[in-house]
């Protein structure tokens, strides 16, 4: 802070020295900043209280021959006067720096008109007296103005170029040079710097030398003015300027899908490892979705020349959006929709959604883990640790190992899974399968399994048919089925633990449990309640209730009937499943054609049959003591033509 108050106080010592001595002095140097330095020694004053004109341009030369240097008119203003005072302010605020600078009086003659410009002062600065205003023109030579224009422009000292009388044009103004452009697109103004007494050209005079160029469009008087203003001479100003053509832009298409299937986006893990599942290969929509949207082309803007003439614009090209299969265009035809849950492909400048997406060989690290809202088809296997999920129905022509199959609809298997203990299957519709092996299943049609079904965790909503094939065996893990099961050979002749239920639903036996625990809460509330509700109506029958008891009668009285509607529907869906399971269990059968061995446990409901020894053609069921029944076997009831649908389908 002291450092900058002594250069503050310094500079004041150097502006109070500067006061004395001509203004302004006209200096040769080679450069701008050449020329300001010799004029602050001749003030002692600071460059930023200098302003410059300058006069004449010089010359660069050719290797220092023939060099001239520039003249340059260095005035001084006392623009920059800093109040040291204000450096001590308490509070530790930054001190506010006060600008004072001078009025200052401008004059230009023009060819017809003598126009003068009246700075206003800042800050402390003076004004422009009546009389210096009077001075400067007498010292340029000027007479014959009004100077009741003169003392008013000075009164107002508005900033603003005011006419304070007429003159005729002299051989000493400046003369104008105007050239357009080969191309016609620009014109430009030169204009020589005027003798001694001479004047600006007047805008007017501009344009009507331009309009006898033939130049009419695009004149920019406002650049005229700039040049009168900042008297620029012998520079070329831009005074007229055409328009470009703007062609319009061609239509285009924009995706909604990728379009380069080649390129596959291969994820890295934090641990460093490749991620070959998530490869995001199969571009799946569903029906409704936006597949393409089109933007149309747009119209071209001409342009036009400074002489008038129009350029024309070119309007942009239109580009086609063409439906494919199972896809079309929206009313206004801007849009590509979806008719289907499918693939999105590029063919041939077309898209089509394809109901089925193929898988030509393995599902495995070339091809990730398929995720499609559609039919699914592998030709090959589907690999350990990978999943397959279709909207629809998946048909596998290989094995699944240890993989993750879901089907919203039906599921064949051409060969057979080899789970390994973690393969997991879902299946919204029926499922075909040659054998499976150590493998969790969850079906919620049939399932038809033609050779084994071994050591596997299998749920069935239907019935489980495992006939068709030589040996046809269920043996080992947890076979359930609501209606039945039948096979040609249940357990195994190593007396493997093989456990059978059949005319059971765990989803809704496990919605009834709920219901009667919903059902035995809502009975414990109820006398309660319906106690309360008799005192008070004892205490009605003397009159009406209090206002805070009127609450709780009333808010009683809608709980009563909201556990009425409640244990009402409640008991209602018990009745409903009770039947249901009850129709399970008396059509519910567990039937081989050939053995049955010891080791099997068939479970019928709630009754229990363990196997001790060898059972030849039989069938199980729910016999009239609620025991297991033993009969000789009953081929199922549309068994074949199960059998025959499922396998013909294998076959396509």
């Given amino acids: 802070m002291d450092r900058l108050r002594e250069l503050l106080e310094h500079d004041q010592v150097m502006e109070t020295?500067?006061?004395?001595?001509?203004?302004?002095?006209?200096?040769?140097?080679?450069?701008?900043?050449?020329?300001?330095?010799?004029a602050a020694k001749v003030w002692n004053t600071s460059l930023i209280n200098l302003e410059y004109e300058i006069l004449e341009r010089g010359k660069s030369g050719f290797l220092g021959?023939?060099?001239?240097?520039?003249?340059?008119?260095?005035?001084?203003?006392?623009?920059?006067?800093?109040?040291?005072?204000?450096?001590?302010?308490?509070?530790?605020?930054?001190?506010?720096?006060?600008?004072?600078?001078?009025?200052?009086?401008?004059?230009?003659?023009?060819?017809?008109?003598?126009?003068?410009?009246?700075?206003?002062?800042?800050?402390?600065?003076?004004?422009?007296?009546?009389?210096?205003?009077?001075?400067?023109?007498?010292?340029?030579?000027?007479?014959?103005?009004?100077?009741?224009?003169?003392?008013?422009?000075v009164q107002q000292a508005s900033g603003q170029w005011v006419k304070i009388g007429d003159?005729?044009?002299?051989?000493?103004?400046?003369?104008?040079?105007?050239?357009?452009?080969?191309?016609?697109?620009?014109?430009?103004?030169?204009?020589?710097?005027?003798?001694?007494?001479?004047?600006?050209?007047?805008n007017d005079e501009v344009i009507n030398l331009l309009k006898a160029k033939k130049v009419y469009?695009?004149?920019?008087?406002?650049?005229?003015?700039?040049?009168?203003?900042?008297e620029l001479y012998n520079v070329p100003v831009i005074v007229a300027e055409g328009d470009y053509p703007e062609d319009g832009k061609d239509a285009e298409i924009k995706y909604h899908f990728k379009t380069d299937t080649d390129k596959v986006a291969v994820k890295v893990k934090e641990d460093g490892s490749v991620d070959f599942h998530d490869l995001d290969i199969v571009q799946s929509v569903v029906a409704g979705q936006i597949l393409a949207v089109k933007e149309p082309p747009t119209k071209g803007k001409p342009g036009k020349t400074v002489t008038g003439r129009v350029l024309p614009a070119r309007d942009g090209k239109d580009v086609p959006l063409l439906p494919g299969n199972?896809?079309?265009?929206?009313?206004?035809?801007?849009?590509?929709?979806?008719?289907?849950?499918?693939?999105?492909?590029?063919?041939?400048?077309?898209?089509?959604?394809?109901?089925?997406?193929?898988?030509?060989?393995?599902?495995?690290?070339?091809?990730?883990?398929?995720?499609?809202?559609?039919?699914?088809?592998?030709?090959?296997?589907?690999?350990?640790?990978?999943?397959?999920?279709?909207?629809?129905?998946?048909?596998?022509?290989?094995?699944?190992?240890?993989?993750?199959?879901?089907?919203?609809?039906?599921?064949?298997?051409?060969?057979?899974?080899?789970?390994?203990?973690?393969?997991?299957?879902?299946?919204g519709g029926d499922m075909y399968a040659k054998f499976v092996e150590r493998a969790n299943i969850r079906v919620e049609g049939d399932i038809v399994v033609t050779e084994a079904i071994l050591h596997s965790d299998v749920s069935c909503k239907k019935r489980i048919f495992c006939q068709g094939g030589r040996r046809s065996q269920i043996g080992g893990g947890r076979v359930?089925?609501?209606?039945?099961?039948?096979?040609?050979?249940?357990?195994?002749?190593?007396?493997?633990?093989?456990?059978?239920?059949?005319?059971?639903?765990?989803?809704?036996?496990?919605?009834?449990?709920?219901?009667?625990?919903?059902?035995?809460?809502?009975?414990?509330q109820l006398p309660d309640i319906n106690k309360q509700l008799t005192n008070y109506s004892m205490l009605l029958a003397s009159g009406p209730l209090p206002p805070d008891k009127e609450e709780i009668y009333n808010d009683l009285v809608a709980k009563q009937k909201e556990l009425k509607d409640i244990l009402q529907e409640t008991e209602t869906q018990i009745e409903q499943i009770q039947k249901?399971?009850?129709?399970?269990?008396?059509?519910?059968?567990?039937?081989?054609?050939?053995?049955?061995?010891?080791?099997?446990?068939?479970?019928?409901?709630?009754?229990?049959?363990?196997?001790?020894?060898?059972?030849q053609f039989v069938t199980f069921s729910l016999g009239d003591g609620g025991q297991v029944k033993i009969s000789p076997y009953e081929k199922a009831k549309g068994m074949d033509e199960t059998i025959q649908k499922m396998t013909a389908v294998k076959r396509r």
């Fill in 17 to 38: 020295t500067a006061d004395q001595g001509p203004q302004e002095v006209e200096v040769l140097a080679f450069s701008i900043e050449e020329a300001l330095k010799e």
């Fill in 65 to 153: 021959i023939g060099r001239k240097p520039m003249r340059v008119l260095v005035k001084k203003t006392k623009s920059i006067s800093l109040g040291v005072e204000l450096l001590s302010g308490a509070g530790g605020e930054e001190p506010e720096f006060v600008t004072n600078q001078d009025g200052v009086f401008r004059v230009i003659p023009r060819t017809h008109s003598l126009m003068v410009k009246v700075d206003p002062p800042k800050g402390q600065g003076k004004p422009v007296a009546f009389e210096v205003a009077k001075a400067i023109l007498s010292n340029k030579g000027i007479t014959g103005y009004d100077e009741n224009l003169l003392r008013k422009a």
């Fill in 167 to 202: 003159r005729a044009p002299t051989p000493a103004d400046a003369k104008i040079s105007l050239q357009v452009s080969t191309d016609e697109m620009k014109a430009f103004m030169t204009v020589t710097r005027p003798e001694k007494g001479g004047g600006f050209p007047e």
């Fill in 217 to 230: 469009y695009g004149i920019k008087e406002e650049a005229i003015t700039q040049a009168f203003e900042n």
């Fill in 326 to 427: 199972n896809n079309h265009l929206s009313p206004d035809g801007m849009q590509l929709i979806s008719d289907i849950n499918g693939q999105v492909v590029f063919k041939n400048g077309r898209i089509h959604v394809e109901p089925v997406y193929e898988v030509r060989g393995d599902v495995g690290p070339s091809t990730g883990d398929v995720n499609f809202p559609g039919n699914v088809v592998v030709y090959g296997n589907v690999n350990d640790t990978f999943k397959v999920y279709a909207g629809g129905n998946v048909e596998i022509k290989g094995n699944v190992g240890k993989a993750n199959i879901t089907a919203e609809g039906n599921l064949v298997v051409r060969q057979g899974i080899q789970g390994k203990d973690e393969a997991k299957i879902v299946c």
């Fill in 480 to 524: 359930r089925a609501f209606q039945e099961i039948n096979a040609k050979f249940l357990g195994t002749e190593a007396y493997a633990e093989t456990i059978l239920e059949v005319g059971i639903d765990p989803d809704a036996e496990d919605k009834l449990s709920t219901l009667l625990a919903q059902r035995d809460s809502i009975k414990k």
């Fill in 580 to 615: 249901y399971l009850e129709g399970l269990a008396s059509e519910a059968k567990i039937s081989a054609s050939k053995t049955v061995y010891p080791g099997v446990k068939v479970k019928i409901k709630n009754a229990v049959l363990q196997v001790k020894s060898d059972f």
